[in-house]
């Protein structure tokens, strides 16, 4: 539901390492170095993974937001505790989902899901898929859904 | 959470802002870039600030659970794995925007129904006795009847006629309002720290 805050996490060990001139304080800075480097490859690889599942989900129109007017990047006032992290659509909403009966579905019975059901129809989206993309864009029972974790 | 996308006749289309406020995540819309909370399913920050989408019911249960009750149903065409998640450290908030109103999940398995007013919705929030991860939030008036409704042998009854309900889907079971059906209403789950940093002036439920 939640973007891990990589970026403050990493300037907040900053301030807290201070560089030392004795050869403890060499040891430190190399694990600090090292520790920067894991929390950046992790962040990459989040970003990363999420266009990666676009092929498992229909096709999306990557790049849609581009040219949309952003409000936060004109400057326009954003409230107390706002704080953008990464790229609109970095984390990419499924935006064309498919799906299949429950009958081909052969997920574990306690997967955790989300179900709705409108006008007759009902679909199920699991969780921890939902944690990834965290977004889809859908309809259910003739109307325009936005199913979100 | 489930939302309609429609707003005064128009359909949009969200994407994800990769923004935090609240600590909760954030959209755009595909039309104006408008940015949206999620939690309040509310335009914050561009043109449509202060509009506000409809929340829709949905359930947070397992695949075992929604399977049993909707046979018909569709699923996403994705794969699925555990998830690290226990209904019981949440808690369900039912949101009419006039006022909100949050049911301690833990609360709810101690006690029973929730026999609430919010908004001036008589309503009960159910959890079923037999399914923990099965929640149900129901308007609780049949007709001219007020219900209270509790749990007895595993069934919901009311206190007013002595009908069984099923905890599930809300349809009367046995008793003089057989064949009814109680109405279900929207609601979600959250973290009660979450909720409290959103609806600071709900009333918050535990027994």
Known sequence: MSLQPIESNGRYLT???SPQTCSVGKVVKIVHGLFVLVLVAAAAFWVAKAPSDQSQIGAGPAGLSAGIYDPVRAGEQTP???WQLLSRDAILPVYSPTFRSAESTEWPAETLVIGVELNGESKAYPVSFLNRREMVIDWIGGSPVLVTW | MVHRRDLNGEVLVFGNQGALWGNAMTWFDHDTGTVWSQPLGE?????????????????????????QDHPGTVTLDAPAGPSRFDLGFLSIVVDFSEEVGVYSVAALNAWGPANDLVAGVPLAVVIDPDRE????IFHRRVGDTLLTLSISDGLLVDN???TTWDPGTGRALDGPLEGEILDSLPGFTSLESDARTFWPDAKYWDG
């Open chain 1, 15 to 17: 301030s807290r390492i």
């Open chain 2, 133 to 136: 991860d099965r929640w149900k």
């Open chain 2, 160 to 162: 007013e006629t002595g």
């Open chain 2, 43 to 67: 335009a914050i920050v561009g043109e449509r600030k202060g509009q506000a989408l409809d929340l829709m019911t949905s359930q947070l249960t397992s695949w075992e659970t929604w399977k």
């Open chain 1, 80 to 82: 107390a505790g706002f």
